[in-house]
């Protein structure tokens, strides 16, 4: 990571969100980056800028940092294996022995380090990640990501039932005495790295230790990440564990884990029915669309123009490693296209996600979890990612917005020319 000024100048062509439904294209087009904050996209630069030092990107394409608000770090080393099974099947047969290796500190350094790359060359420049339940591994992929210079909220993640007993912690005391101790640990000890509250999900944790981590969220002030309705026989398992529930989501908020004083973001919400989606427009709850992954293994196809319709609270996450990519512009183009099967196959009142709510998504919706991140409107975190298309040839004259479109659905044949965090070239 690159330590310069933080005050200066891109030029290029620069398209952003200002909403879901409205996109800015603005060609050959100057950003200011003031002390790592956006002061403003101008056509002609005013006079009280001219000063700072100006880095002319020419054609390329200029977009905010993109964010991914749901992703398993320790899956890594098996993305794009196992893909024809069902969610819980797969848990059982390649994410928990996968994740049981964590305890070898050896072994974590090497497949932290291969993520953390990926990432770096990538378009992402913030992200929610899950590690798993072992603290010194969870430690060392912090550590590894602060040096990246990507900002991140990283998860110990807690279980302590219904798990094979070499991953399933001691009892809810010692679980949250883990988490307490890691945090401690952590919640200074990194420049853009924080510690968030991670329940893997309502199955793998009993209602005392929802109780604690929950406590455990609003004395720290740390947020939260989990799963919710990904699958039918994970809504069913639910059901079944807590009889009295009235939905899935009604099992975090009993225990102050599902938005309102503390933020949340619950990966998947394929199956949310009115009831649940109704309590976390209420509570602001995040909702990581993640559809690479529940495509993968066969989860289903989530709502995602009714809760867009809602105004709820939206970003997307790959979910490594049922989604095989670690790319949000890859996420955008799935979004899309899942949304037309859902459209046509499912039900004709959902019209299909456009590509100005795809790159919302992306981009300022699932940012917001972090702040004013994702835009490039006055006052936003300059985070920034230069786009090369030049090998996307046509013999066509395009729009910026057809570029940007190019680029969602064929960003493997792109390249990242410059990456910025808060104004710091990664």
């Excluded at 394409?61 to 890594?76: N, S, V, W």
């Excluded at 046509?344 to 979890?369: I, N």
Aim: hydrophobic residues 35%.
């Amino acid at each position: 990571m690159k330590k310069e000024n933080t005050s200066f100048i891109l030029k290029g062509n620069v398209c952003y969100s200002k909403s879901p439904k409205e996109a800015a294209f603005i060609k050959d087009a100057c950003i200011v980056c003031s002390d790592g904050i956006c002061g403003g996209v101008y056509k002609t630069l005013p006079e009280k800028y001219k000063t700072l030092p100006l880095i002319d990107h020419r054609d390329a394409l200029i977009i905010p940092g993109l964010t991914d608000l749901h992703l398993h770090a320790p899956q890594y080393p098996f993305r794009a294996l196992g893909m024809d099974l069902e969610l819980l099947e797969w848990l059982n047969t390649n994410t928990f022995p996968e994740e049981a290796k964590y305890i070898d500190l050896e072994y974590a350094g090497k497949a932290y380090t291969m993520f953390v790359e990926d990432i770096k060359k990538g378009a992402t420049t913030r992200a929610c990640v899950f590690a798993t339940i072992h603290a010194e591994a969870t430690k060392l992929l912090m550590e590894l990501l602060d040096k990246s210079g990507i900002c991140a909220y990283v998860g110990k993640v807690n279980m302590d039932r219904n798990s094979p007993e070499y991953l399933c912690e001691a009892s809810a005391a010692d679980s949250a005495q883990d988490t307490a101790s890691w945090i401690e640990d952590t919640l200074h000890g990194y420049e853009r790295i924080k510690p968030i509250i991670t329940p893997r999900f309502v199955p793998t944790c009993s209602n005392e230790l929802l109780e604690r981590l929950g406590t455990l969220a609003k004395n720290y002030h740390l947020p939260v990440q989990s799963h919710l309705s990904e699958n039918p026989g994970e809504v069913a398992w639910v059901k079944e564990l807590v009889p009295d529930a009235a939905f899935y989501g009604e099992v975090y908020d009993r225990y102050g884990l599902f938005g309102k004083e503390v933020p949340a973001i619950m990966a998947h919400c394929v199956y949310s029915d009115e009831k649940e989606t109704e309590r976390m427009l209420q509570n602001g709850v995040y909702i990581a669309h993640c559809p690479q992954s529940n495509t993968n293994i066969a989860s289903g196809i989530a709502p995602i123009r009714r809760y867009l319709d809602m105004g709820m609270h939206i970003g997307l996450g790959t979910d490594v490693v049922d989604g095989y990519s670690t790319s949000i512009l890859r996420a955008m183009a799935d979004t899309i296209q899942v949304s037309k099967l859902r459209w046509r196959l499912c039900d004709h009142t959902l019209k299909p996600v456009s590509l100005e709510e795809a790159f919302y998504m992306g981009t300022k919706g699932g940012g917001s979890f972090f702040g004013k991140v994702g835009s490039f409107e006055e006052g936003y975190r300059f985070d920034a990612v230069v786009v090369e298309d030049s090998d996307l040839v046509t013999p066509r004259l395009l729009t910026l917005r057809d570029r940007l479109e190019r680029v969602v659905y064929m960003s493997e044949n792109c390249k990242i020319k410059a990456k910025y965090v808060d104004g710091v070239q990664l």
